[in-house]
């Protein structure tokens, strides 16, 4: 089971997509090297291997095999949970000598009757890993080499007994069936310092510059949000701000493009997180993309003075709102501050990014109170309107609710995603799905953020204009047989249609009158969103141009384009031609016309910038 004279253990990651990255294998390798003797002896070796879920779970299987490994421990996620148990199963079967673990929060808290319902497994690693991962490589180096010369091999179950934080299954010589058993509760790493940094330029085995690169500086959560396991450990444990400062600036100095920071809640200590953001603020690199999770409504005066001067693309922020609902947010342990909340968020500066999040099938929630949730936090302007739906975890406190309460019903499988509660039936659920998807394609994506803002702000709900427009989309993609996936241009011809429709026909309360206002104005911005995407190759019928090619090449001359100013190099006309779009535009109710220069970048970003002359 175990090889002489050296063990090798592979821990496997399988991400959701290609450009993530696993914090937790590289925390568990880099505290082992640092703490486990037998690894920096030479008689275990801690190997790291990557994939994806687009990629064939056969292909993973091969390169478990091919690793040699004699024990293989699996990070289990909920996007990863059922690609994990397919890899390893087949696993065991190529491989029936290796150990097979797993660990990670789909697992950990419901590791027994992970281990019933997983023939392959062998042990579940549950809660923090690292002091417990570095015992199991200790405990595998001793039998592994204590009883390979006289070719007398250990029981699995002598290796692993009296492990605090291990479950393991004692299956016997069948291999099947069993009792599971735990060595007990670990405590917690008291000094998280003790735990090396995992980015080392020896660690790294990817290209940062086309990865996120995940970090923590904190453990733990003081809230008791039902719906999250973070709930479980209300301890909060922080790395020293020094080391993290430090650790910014290797991201910063080596030009990591973004860095997700995991702390479930960022901003909680005030002397703590705005020294992270001033050094941030003062020594940026022009590039580094921070991400934060945040209660904003727990943002001190002194957050906005910092981050009034943190450089645009330095940070990023992403903030759970959930609910409106007061009844709700009290059901599920959250604090219910939405004034508060609205007046923080609205002071952030408009050049911060903000992601708001949503969540649909909450207690007390039906499809009009996530309406009226919709439209607060739609009107706090974020970039970004996460609208999510309830994951009933096992093992969180939310299962308990979800148990109690008659008419709850969700997916027996991961993610565990909400069918119904006892106030929003499975149909509603489909509505909300709807509007979802054209929120995240629409305006989350920036495709036509400007048109639909313009059209949300004219009407009494917002919730109201999504609904219809999506149900109008559902029909005129029908109608004109357009599948998934759907091109940009086929997008824009439906807003259009849709507007052109709503201007005789009224919406969401609004007058014909003040309709047909409100539809001319979004119709508007939505000329100025498609030249936004880029310069097209052909307008679309609904495109009323206002072109002068004159006036486009009177704005070559004079903003020195041809001629390679700002720091850019000389141009011909040509290429400055198909680098730049012209047209003009009327925003105000008087009919005047702005005139807007379209500067396209060829830079692998595509960002494109505007001149309004």
């Not at 759970?320 to 007061?326: D, E, P, T």
Request: hydrophobic share 45%; with cysteine; aromatic share 12%.
């Amino acid at each position: 089971m175990l090889s002489f004279p050296e063990v090798k253990i592979l821990l496997v990651a399988i991400n959701a997509k290609y450009v993530q990255t696993n914090l937790a294998v590289r925390l568990l390798r880099s505290y082992a090297e640092a703490h486990a003797p037998s690894i920096r002896s030479g008689l275990v070796s801690v190997e790291i291997a990557e994939w994806n879920i687009n990629q064939p779970s056969g292909a993973i299987v091969r390169g478990i095999y091919e690793s040699h490994a004699d024990a293989v421990f699996f990070s289990v996620y909920l996007w990863n949970r059922e690609m994990s148990l397919r890899v390893a199963s087949d696993v065991r079967r190529v491989m029936p000598d290796a150990v097979l673990g797993f660990g990670g929060p789909e697992v950990s808290w419901a590791a027994e009757k992970f281990l019933d319902e997983c023939a392959a497994g062998d042990l579940v690693i549950a809660g923090e890993g690292e002091a417990t991962f570095v015992e199991l490589v200790e405990r595998f180096a001793r039998y592994a080499n204590d009883t390979a010369p006289e070719g007398i091999g250990a029981s699995l179950s002598e290796i692993l007994s009296g492990i605090a934080g291990v479950y393991f299954c004692d299956r016997g010589e069948s291999g099947r069936g069993g009792s599971i058993r735990f060595g007990g509760d670990r405590p917690l790493i008291a000094d998280l310092d003790t735990i090396p940094f995992p980015y080392t330029p020896e660690q790294i085995d990817f290209e940062p510059a086309h990865r996120i690169v995940y970090y923590e500086s904190s453990r733990g959560c003081p809230f008791k949000c039902a719906y999250c396991l973070s709930s479980l450990d209300a301890r909060v444990r922080y790395y020293p701000l020094e080391r993290v400062l430090s650790e910014i600036a290797y991201f910063m100095d080596r030009g990591f493009p973004l860095v997700k920071f995991v702390d479930r809640t960022f901003n909680l200590d005030p002397d703590r997180f705005l020294k992270v953001w001033e050094y941030i603020r003062d020594h940026h690199n022009g590039k580094t993309l921070f991400h934060f999770e945040i209660a904003a409504e727990y943002l001190p005066d002194a957050a906005y003075a910092v981050l009034a001067a943190m450089p645009e693309g330095a940070v990023q922020f992403e903030i759970g709102i959930q609910s409106a609902n007061a009844t709700t947010l009290q059901l599920v342990g959250r604090p219910a501050h939405p004034e508060i909340l609205a007046e923080r968020i609205a002071r952030i500066p408009k050049h911060i990014h903000t992601h708001v999040d949503l969540i649909a099938g909450l207690p007390e929630e039906d499809l009009a109170s996530f309406a009226r949730s919709f439209d607060f936090a739609f009107a706090l302007g974020a970039d970004m309107l996460q609208l999510g739906f309830l994951k009933v975890l096992p093992g969180s406190p939310m299962e308990q609710i979800a148990r109690e309460a008659e008419g709850y019903r969700w997916s027996d499988f991961p993610p565990y995603e909400v069918l119904s509660s006892p106030v929003l039936p499975y149909g509603d659920l489909l509505i909300l799905k709807e509007v979802e998807q054209l929120v995240d394609t629409w305006h989350n994506s920036g495709l036509m953020r400007n048109a639909l803002r313009s059209l949300c702000a004219a009407t009494d709900s917002a919730f109201a204009l999504f609904l219809a427009l999506a149900q109008f989309a559902k029909g005129y993609f029908e109608d004109h047989d357009i599948f998934l996936p759907r091109k940009p241009a086929d997008a824009f011809s439906c807003m259009a249609a849709f507007l052109k429709e709503g201007q005789a026909s009224g919406l969401a309360g609004l007058d014909v009158s003040v309709a047909t206002i409100a539809y001319r104005f979004a119709l508007e911005y939505l000329r100025y969103d498609l030249l936004l995407q880029g310069k097209p190759g052909v307008f679309p019928d609904w495109f009323e141009r206002r072109y002068s090619k004159e006036a486009h090449d009177a704005l070559l001359d004079s903003q020195g384009i041809l001629k390679g100013q700002n720091g850019g190099a000389p141009v011909s006309r040509r290429i400055a031609y198909s680098r730049t779009e012209f047209d003009r535009f009327r925003f105000d109710e008087e009919g005047r016309e702005m005139a807007i220069l379209f500067l396209y970048s060829d830079d692998k970003a595509g960002r494109t910038r505007t001149l309004e002359v």
